[in-house]
Structures are given as C-alpha cells and as structure tokens.
T-cell receptor
Framework: QKEVEQNSGPLSVPEGAIASLNCTYSDRGSQSFFWYRQYSGKSPELIMFIYSNGDKEDGRFTAQLNKASQYVSLLIRDSQPSDSATYLCAVNNMNRDDKIIFGKGTRLHILP | GAGVSQTPSNKVTEKGKYVELRCDPISGHTALYWYRQSLGQGPEFLIYFQGTGAADDSGLPNDRFFAVRPEGSVSTLKIQRTERGDSAVYLC???????????????FGPGTRLTVL
C-alpha cells in the first residue's frame, strides 16, 4: 500500500462548480497534511496545510481532515479555469522523521 | 535571490557520465530537501539536510547518488555513472525549520530537468 494515495484523474469540473479532491494516507501517526498545486512544467506551490481534525478555510479553498478515517480532502469553490493543475497531497509524521511524502497527484481540469 | 534557485534548468547527458545539480536555497533557511519527480508522479524524497549535515538520506536510490551542503547553504546533488532511468526533474526545496513546530512550509525551486540519453 502506498503511503499517500490519490486518484490520478483527470477530474473535469465545470467552471463555477465545486471541485473535490481526495487523498488517503497509511501512516496513522501522520500529523501535518499539505495540498500543493503544480502547473504543468512548474514546481509545486503550497496552497493549504492542516493538522487538526475538521475543516480549514482559506478563500475559495477548504481543506478537510479526518484522522480516524485517514482521509484528507480539498474543496475548491467557484472553480476557475486558472485552477486547472495537478493537486498534490502530502503528509508528514514528525515523530518519525522530517520527510514529506507526496501522493501522485490528481489532475484537475476546469471546463470553461 | 528571493526564492530557491536551481542550476542548470536543463541538463542532457550521455549514459555513464557524471552530473552535478546545484540548489541555492532561500537565505536563512536551515533545511534543504532534494526530490525527484518523474512524469505523472509526485515528488519522490531523496535526501534532507539540516544545516551542513544530511539528516536523512534514506531516499537516495543507490550509491551512485550523493549530495553535499558543505557550508549549510548551497547544495549539490551528484550522480555518477548516469543511467537512462535517472531521467527526471530534480526538485530542491528549503524551509525555515523552527524547533518544536509541527509545520514548516517547503518552498520549491524551479527544478532541473535531467535527460540521460
């Protein structure tokens, strides 16, 4: 079992709709959870981090964490064409080491 | 500079050659990470430096890969006897590690695209 799993997509969402991206992880001791956005040919950029159960909102983005289910998600409201990118989920267990483990990413395509 | 820089941006080499990839982190960032990203995959951890020392090199795939950070700033990833399977984008990231904090944002450089013919 991979440590961080994501559906590779592509996920196609109409402009203005809510895009929902999901991620599961295997290390129950994971404490920090990150969502990175990566445009084609570019490097990843951090858009959200969360380390408490529940929801965390930042503008159009909401990260949701459920440690019992080992599940983290990212919601993008009012999706824009500029949101089209690959979204990488990443987790860290600082009790184990300082590594951040990335998933393969989900390709999101916003349909104009 | 304001961000993480990496040189060269592209490197094409022949199988069996030696290559060096350079990373210049954000000034003052004590932690430096190297990742490798193949097409359609997420970044794969290679090695992590805290200051001058390699705190975790468990991601290096074999002994052809080596990295140094002699003065705690610039880092060089060295690959000996390159193989076609080494072709990937090599990403460097740095962070301002603060003891006791559970979160340290990593800032990525633009990457070096390595192609081994």
């Amino acid at each position: 079992q991979k440590e961080v799993e994501q559906n590779s997509g592509p996920l196609s969402v109409p402009e203005g709709a809510i895009a929902s991206l999901n991620c599961t992880y295997s290390d129950r001791g994971s404490q920090s959870f990150f969502w990175y956005r990566q445009y084609s040919g570019k490097s990843p950029e951090l858009i959200m981090f969360i380390y408490s159960n529940g929801d965390k909102e930042d503008g159009r983005f909401t990260a949701q964490l459920n440690k019992a289910s080992q599940y983290v998600s990212l919601l993008i409201r009012d999706s824009q064409p500029s949101d089209s990118a690959t979204y990488l989920c990443a987790v860290n267990n600082m009790n184990r080491d300082d590594k951040i483990i990335f998933g393969k990413g989900t390709r999101l395509h916003i349909l104009p | 500079g304001a961000g993480v820089s990496q040189t060269p941006s592209n490197k094409v080499t022949e199988k069996g050659k030696y290559v060096e990839l350079r990373c210049d982190p954000i000034s003052g960032h004590t932690a430096l990470y190297w990742y490798r990203q193949s097409l359609g995959q997420g970044p794969e951890f290679l090695i992590y430096f805290q200051g001058t020392g390699a705190a975790d090199d468990s991601g290096l795939p074999n002994d052809r890969f080596f990295a140094v950070r002699p003065e705690g700033s610039v880092s060089t990833l060295k690959i000996q006897r390159t193989e076609r399977g080494d072709s990937a984008v090599y990403l460097c990231a740095s962070s301002l590690t603060i003891s006791g904090h559970s979160y340290n944002e990593q800032f990525f450089g633009p990457g070096t695209r390595l192609t081994v013919l």
